[in-house]
């Protein structure tokens, strides 16, 4: 275990380029929910943040994305400090956020929800027509997350796997050019399996594919281990605010404290462990 921390540590601290935490720490009155953590994603890397309930996932989460200020330590992204930036600023340098439960304007179409999140929509007056804007780029994303055949439906008709896809697609929309990080909160959870396993690996391909959209970075929390296991490059686990574990799929499901306390010792017996 102790290896595995090192080695997380010094990649995180070694690099100022992508999202780099640095000893995070956030308290809640007296409760410590996290403590010390480390850790760093690079573009080009899908990276999983796992633990049981109450491990601290959400609030190092929440950190990241800007919803809370860290009590201390450092969110950096592209060698820039984070932590005074609010969620839009951090919209405005490339990074972008998705929801447990899929945030969409149920009320659009399919399209004009991707539209009203590209960077290059001007301000609405009452003169200018939204599905006006940037129709091809808008349509270009939608083919990315397959929902192009569906752009003039309705978006609260759609299914909710189509629907966490849309917000995945508005999560692009919303990311200017360059680098950028993408940051998912359980994207799989509500799904089926065969959509659970259809998304992650989409997920995947945005992290590994730079044509598409120039060197995202891509780091996602989870509670589904099949979401995980076989779709992340790396695996980051945290319990009680701590980072445990970190390494690849292989190392992680063969650390004994992760699972003694978390994954359960027959887990890597169950071929959940390997790349899709």
């Known amino acids: 275990m102790g290896d595995m921390q090192g080695r997380s540590q010094g990649h995180s601290q070694g690099r100022s380029q992508g999202l780099v935490v640095r000893d995070l720490e956030k308290h809640f009155g007296g409760v410590q929910a996290v403590c010390g953590v480390d850790f760093s ?37 592209q060698g820039e400090t984070l932590n005074a930036l609010q969620p839009a600023q951090r919209l405005q340098r490339g990074i972008a956020r998705t929801f447990q439960v899929a945030q969409i304007f149920e009320a659009l179409t399919v399209l004009q929800n991707v539209q009203l999140l590209l960077p ?22 939608l083919a990315r997350v397959g929902l192009q055949t569906q752009a003039g439906q309705a978006a609260r008709q759609l ?66 281990m099949d979401a995980v296991f076989g779709i992340a490059d790396r695996v980051l686990v945290l319990m009680e605010g701590r ?34």
């Open 120 to 141: 290059a929509t001007p301000v609405m007056s009452p003169l200018q027509v939204l599905d006006k804007q940037e129709p091809s780029a808008a349509l270009a994303l």
């Open 41 to 77: 994603v690079q573009p080009g890397e899908c990276v999983a943040l796992i633990g049981p309930n109450g491990a601290g996932k959400s609030t190092t989460f929440a950190c990241i994305a800007g919803q809370h200020a860290p009590s201390s330590g450092q969110v950096l992204w």
């Open 243 to 276: 980072l445990v574990a970190s390494g690849t799929a292989e190392e992680v499901a063969s650390n004994t404290v992760v699972l003694t306390h978390y994954l359960g010792r027959s887990f890597g017996k169950k071929g959940a462990v390997g790349h899709a």
């Open 159 to 224: 299914s909710y796997g189509a629907k966490k896809r849309l917000e995945l697609a508005m999560a692009l929309a919303g990311l200017r050019a360059g680098p950028g990080l993408l940051l998912l909160d359980e994207p799989a959870a509500g799904l089926a399996p065969s959509e659970r396993a259809e998304l992650m690996q989409l997920v995947r391909s945005l992290a590994h594919d730079a044509v598409a959209h120039a060197r995202l970075a891509v780091l996602y929390t989870e509670h589904n």
